[in-house]
């Protein structure tokens, strides 16, 4: 069963406008969640995160938000940019959970010039 | 910076083959992780250790082993490598246990299993 769910496989959006990356989850242990980006033929690398205590976290260009009674959580970059082509995958812990983190499917984002 | 470095970025194997993954971080991290990439289903967790000589089962373990003598140095072996078992490893580490505790990836390995 499938506890993080990125629904989208792909998004396409144009060079400066806003990329709205979606997740969900289904346990409500989960209290910290993170999204990473990952380059074909590399390892995934840590973009943002937010602990469940708030609903927005922003770091530049990126911006997570978490609504925790739907159970959802988005990425939103703005503007976008070509080198923001990648896989996103989102990912959650939960307390006590002895940093396991549980990922979604990802999702493949291009921007285009 | 720290570095989790993968052993080998590209393998080719015969089904019923042993093999080794074998992957290092220069960070004295406490966590070490083993993960598989596959298309439609993210990342799914191995195994993972957070001592020396410790390990436990994560998501899914069936058909792989791992080992973990030293500390900067977590191995993925796989007994009889299968057909279904062809996909890309990666393996992370962290500091901390719990939310907070940033994976930091290695560049992943693409394993065959003809």
């Known amino acids: 069963d499938q506890q993080v769910k990125q629904n989208s496989p792909s998004l396409s959006v144009q060079e400066g406008r806003i990329s709205i990356l979606n997740c969900d989850y289904t346990?409500?242990?989960?209290?910290?969640f993170l999204w990473y980006k990952k380059y074909p033929a590399e390892g995934p690398t840590f973009l943002i995160s937010i602990s469940s205590i708030k609903d927005k976290n922003e770091d530049g260009r990126f911006t997570v938000f978490l609504n925790k009674s739907a159970k959802h959580l988005s990425l939103h970059i703005v503007p976008s940019q070509p080198g923001d082509s990648a896989v996103y995958f989102c990912?959650?812990?939960?307390?006590?959970?002895?940093?396991?983190?549980?990922f979604g499917q990802g999702t493949t984002l291009q921007v285009k010039p | 910076d720290v570095k989790v470095t993968q052993s080998s970025r590209y393998l080719v194997k015969r089904t019923g083959e042993k093999v080794f993954l074998e992957c290092v971080q220069d960070?004295?991290?406490?966590?070490m992780f083993w993960y598989r990439q596959d298309p439609g289903l993210g990342l799914r967790l191995i195994y993972f250790s957070y001592d020396v000589k410790m390990k436990e089962k994560g998501d899914i373990p069936e058909g792989y082993s791992v080992s973990r003598e030293k500390k900067e140095r977590f191995s993925l072996i796989l007994e009889s490598a299968s057909t279904n078992q062809t996909s890309m490893y990666l393996c992370?580490?962290?500091?901390?246990?719990?939310?907070?505790?940033?994976?930091?990836f290695g560049e992943g390995s693409r394993l065959t299993v003809l």
């Open positions: 990912a959650a812990s939960a307390q006590g959970n002895t940093g396991k983190l549980i």
């Open positions: 992370a580490s962290s500091q901390v246990a719990g939310p907070g505790g940033e994976l930091f």
């Open positions: 960070m004295d991290h406490e966590n």
């Open positions: 346990n409500s242990m989960f209290d910290y």
